[in-house]
């Protein structure tokens, strides 16, 4: 089943502009990750958080955590036309199995 | 972050034809490795998880017959898709799972388009 759900599906901003891709989960977590993939690549690790954190930063990325809604949110601030990519949050299930559950992805296409 | 190398990027082949794609994990071990199956802008779907020195666990709906997975060494796993028909053109892509910091990463290789004629 479908762990995390990316929203939105697909965001197109300027060079400059902030882009925000939020994550919702169903059930209770250890940790969340986003990942990146360009085009016909392999992904890319960004930035995990754990359950117990709020808000972690890494360069431009900010991601936050809010357990009690079950969602996650990665903040790309000062986009760059290099940031166009599709963006995938995934999260291990607490006392589940090892497996990571991926997302549908935001697709963010950054407009120089 | 860690390397993880996929082997070919793209490979071609006749439909009955068998085709294998290495994963190897390059600067740490990797006990447990993954292979995922990707269909145009759609996410990641697990197909296996693979572990060092036991058989894989397929999940629901892949056939273990038609995916072969070999998880040889440490830094090595391996899919082979027997049999290759059209339908199973696609993308696959393998990731290696590394403990770092307390928590398990997985980190993935560039992925392998498999065409089937």
């Known amino acids: 089943s479908q762990q995390g759900e990316e929203d939105p599906q697909a965001l197109s901003i300027q060079e400059g502009e902030n882009a925000t891709m939020n994550c919702s989960y169903k059930?209770?977590?250890?940790?969340l990750q986003w990942y990146r993939q360009n085009s016909g690549r392999g992904l890319v690790h960004l930035i995990l958080i754990r359950s117990n954190e709020r808000e972690k930063h890494s360069g431009r990325l900010r991601v936050t955590l809010d357990t009690s809604k079950k969602s996650s949110s990665l903040l790309i601030t000062a986009s760059r036309a290099a940031d166009t990519a599709s963006y995938f949050c995934?999260?291990?299930?607490?006392?589940?199995?090892?497996?990571?559950?991926f997302g549908k992805g935001t697709k963010l296409t950054v407009n120089p | 972050g860690a390397v993880v190398s996929q082997h070919p990027s793209w490979v071609i082949c006749k439909s009955g034809t068998s085709v294998k794609i290495e994963c190897r994990s390059l600067d740490f071990q990797a006990t447990t490795m993954f292979w995922y199956r990707q269909f145009p802008k759609q996410s990641l779907m697990l197909m296996a998880t693979?572990?060092?020195?036991?058989?894989?666990?397929?999940e629901q709906g892949v056939e273990k017959d038609k995916f072969l997975i070999n998880h040889a060494s440490l830094t090595l796993s391996t899919l082979t898709v027997t049999s290759a028909h059209p339908e199973d053109s696609s993308f696959y892509i393998c990731?290696?799972?590394?403990?770092?910091?307390?928590?398990?990463?997985?980190?993935f290789g560039a992925g392998t388009r498999l065409s089937v004629l």
């Open positions: 995934a999260t291990d299930t607490q006392g589940g199995s090892e497996k990571l559950v």
């Open positions: 693979s572990n060092e020195g036991s058989k894989a666990t397929y």
């Open positions: 990731s290696a799972r590394d403990f770092r910091r307390g928590v398990y990463i997985q980190y």
């Open positions: 059930t209770s977590i250890n940790n």
